[in-house]
């Protein structure tokens, strides 16, 4: 129990899945921040890493893609969590050659994320 | 034969030509699956309420236009079926749908465009249109029944309407862009723009629906002139209670002179410590708004302010109550000194302490018009200005709002002549901040507190509730239940939502979370555990207990690290999705239509979208069975009826080579040739599944003594419905209709694996309950066990199969076969978690018996 905090940072452009999802998370021992700009989500990647990053793909204005892709460029080491309502094959695929961890299609149960949470913090360790 | 030329004049086909059946049953099975996929997304929908699923605005948004387009095409397909017989459901169908897109636009809904609106039509809901002051107000009054002043609220919409009719919305920008380019102070800044609203006149229109509205709300008090309170309501007010108390409350007005008084309200917008603040919170344009509430003057005999929590030390358990004689304004202001009082949170409110302070001075209505201050009598200077009885009321009012609104409560409240409470005002309570509880404190819970049950039931509604447990038994007065009780149960039943009002949880042996209960605890955001097997053994009536239905888990006692978190977790219900979704579902939903001999069985009787599906599936089946037995006969097809004890009329239509001999008596079970048909109907005939007699001495026995209380036998076959089955030497599809239960089988079986499939589907109905989830988890568990793929949706089991040689195809159907008959008497009662295990033994036993497997 000495571990850490596992820290993870949440982008999504509707406020109410941070909103639901970081008290949830928060509650079981994770440290979280939650962005729904990718503007500001990149500024902060720039200048600390996260053990965990979940993001949504498609967002207005704004490319989830690029976000995670410049997530993995900068820290390899970090598990990316896809979660989208528009989920096509095609997309999946690129972001899986990304070297995205998983992939999670809106709406999903807060027990499912946090199964994939859990499986990405094992893989980290 | 009027319909049978209809249908032939829409499929083009000439007088003596009969519609070839096959087209006909193609319609047929395309309403089947329509009906079939609208439930399943309508059990999905539900399902998203329960507090469990992040879902956004999207999935409510393309969830309603899925809706939309099945329901569309499955009146369309009706009516090919019937020759345009119910048209009038584009009717019901479009209204549906405009009510619908109407919510789906929602955000701009909120903003109505009345000018005004009485406190009986103000919710949350309309926080935007009416400011949190009269959502909150009407909310109070409208849902937890409490007393509230009568009152109407003046929306943004006349504000609006104000501000264009003078033409001064850019005079007041001009003044306030002057003042942020720092050309003129904020006090400057704000004595123009008063200026300038205080100038305006109040547009005739809005003022005669101001007059009108009071005079309505006046008209109950005949005997005293009446008079008005004209109060701010602005957006974000009640949300920033830093906010509070900035703005200008007019008291006592009389009726004539509130137009002027609602424009002093308005101006008082433009106040400079109001200006200032929505600088530096970076307020726009559009978000400065007022709305103003109206509400008749209360002659307060005492009034003053509860705490539900000692905002300073929320952990010493305690309410604070703050009065005074007479009116409420300079108790809220801190101008008078008042008496404390410091309660117990938890029933029956012990006082703790009292602090009597000398009251020398009181605010009073003189008349009609005007406020004066009094002297006290010196012999009540000391007195106590609330009752013991009073403040206990007050603190089970405290609880009440707290539990609805989920927070800690900051109460506004006068005592009438009567000495009765008037909650005036209720606001979210800050509480200094604590540090949110992180995993470390969390995960020594079990440990610290002794855990009563844990990981065991379902989360009908998810949350924490806190209290004493209440186990309900039969026989015992619901109307004992105590606010702020958790209500332990054996079974959910929808008699125990009289409670909602005052019950902080519920906890039940047995229960679905389709069910009633547990659509009302969504809808009051009360937490709820169900089928926990044993709570009522578990847990003492009088016992203090923390429910943490997130975590599936009830500890003994009170634990305060969960009760904190629950009092600052942003509750899901105060998110617009979840609001969204849950009006959505209110169009979509609830199945009026439940009995199809009733007088609301017609096109204009569907209220929602369930209610269309239900009635255009009795109305397939109907129409097919009409064609095929009760009238022509195809050429190409054959019906009769099935000749058998069982209390089920099955119409049998043979479509070829699926019956022999002559159909004109009706059918004989030997006469059946269908494959797949036979093998069902072996199934539906085991002794014991269908009829009472006894069979396998275990089973039913067992059965008997559940189905006691509903005879199989008094049920006429036209109660139980009409059964459809369209068969050939290959293939079956079966409808039936139990009850509450759809069941549907589509088979087809024959040498060719390849083709071989099988299709079951079972639903009760969404919104009629009880004991669902268990009757679902049994059906699962018996398909899964004999191979079957099975989905859930809500309550509703849908199996397939494919591929799978004859012989074993037919041993499947004949346990479809058993569990048709079987699933009838699964609603009288699944008492306990262990009669899954049972009945799965016993159709276990049977197939090895039969199959030996």
Known sequence: MENKQTSILILDDEPIVSRRLTPSLEKKGYEVEAFTTSKEALECIEERQFDIVITDLKMEGVDGMQFLTRVKEKYPDTEVIVITGFATMATAKESFNKGVFDFLAKPFKLGEIAEVIARAEAKRK | MKLNDQIRKFFGLKKKETIPFKILFAEFKKSLDLNNQILDLIADANDKLSGDYIFDEQYIQSSCRRLDDLVRQLIVTINHLTEQKYVELYTSFHRIEEELEALLKGRALGRVKDFILPYNAVTRDLTDSVGGKNAHIGEIGAVLDLRIPDGFAITTAAFSFFLEENNIRETILEIRRQWHQSEIAVDDASRQIQKVIMEAEVPKALRDDILNAASHVSKQYQDTIPCFAVRSSAIGEDEISSFAGQYLSCLNIPLQEIPQAYKEVLASLFSPEAMEYRLMMDFRPHEIMMAVACQMMVPAKASGVLYTYDPVRPEEESMIVNSAWGLGEPIVAGEVATDNFVLERRPPHEVREIQIVRKSETMVLRGCGGIGIDKVGEERRMESSLTKQQLRELAEIGTQLEKYFKRPQDIEFAIDPQDKVIVLQSRQLRLQQKRAPRACDLIGLGGKYPVLVRGKGIAAMEGIATGP????????????????????????????????????????????????????????????????????????????????????????????????????????????????????????????????????????????????????????????????????????????????????????????????????????????????????????????????????????????????????????????????????????????RLGYHFTVIDAFVSENILDNHIYFRFSGGVTETTRRSRRTRLLAKILSHYDFLCEMHGDIVVARLKRTDQGEMMQRLFLLGLLVGFTRQLDVKMVSEEIIDTFFNEIKTIMEKEHGK
């Open chain 2, 469 to 736: 447990a209440w186990v309900f038994t039969e026989g015992r007065d619901l109307s004992t239940f105590p606010m702020g009780g958790i209500l332990v149960a054996r079974h959910a039943t929808p008699q125990l939502a009289r409670v909602i009002n005052q019950a902080a949880g519920f906890i039940t042996d047995v229960g679905s979370t389709t069910g009633h209960l547990a659509t009302v605890a969504r809808e009051f955001r009360v937490p709820a555990l169900f089928n926990t097997e044993n709570g009522t053994e578990l847990i003492a009536d009088g016992q203090e207990i923390t429910l943490d239905t997130e975590c599936l888990t009830i500890y003994e006692g009170i634990v305060q690290e969960l009760q904190y978190y629950a009092i600052q977790e942003e509750p899901i219900e105060e998110m617009y999705e979840y609001r969204l979704l849950r009006r959505v579902l209110k169009k979509i939903e609830p199945l009026n239509l439940t009995d199809p001999t009733a007088d609301n069985f017609t096109p204009e009787g569907c209220l929602t979208y369930h209610d269309l599906t239900r009635f255009i599936h009795e109305k397939a089946v109907e129409t097919i069975i009409d064609l095929n037995f009760y009238h022509a006969h195809h050429r190409d097809s054959q019906a009769g009826k099935l000749l058998w004890d069982f209390p089920l009329d099955l119409i049998l239509i043979d479509v070829g080579g699926g019956i022999e001999g002559s159909h004109e008596q009706g059918i004989q079970p030997e006469q059946i040739r269908s494959i797949p048909m036979q093998a069902l109907l072996k199934g539906m005939s085991y002794p014991g599944m269908w009829d009472m007699t006894p069979a396998g001495v275990d089973f039913s026995s067992f059965m008997s003594s559940l189905t006691r209380t509903s005879s199989v036998r008094s049920t006429s076959p036209e109660d139980v419905g009409r059964n459809l089955a369209v068969v050939s030497a290959e293939y079956t599809n079966i409808n039936f």
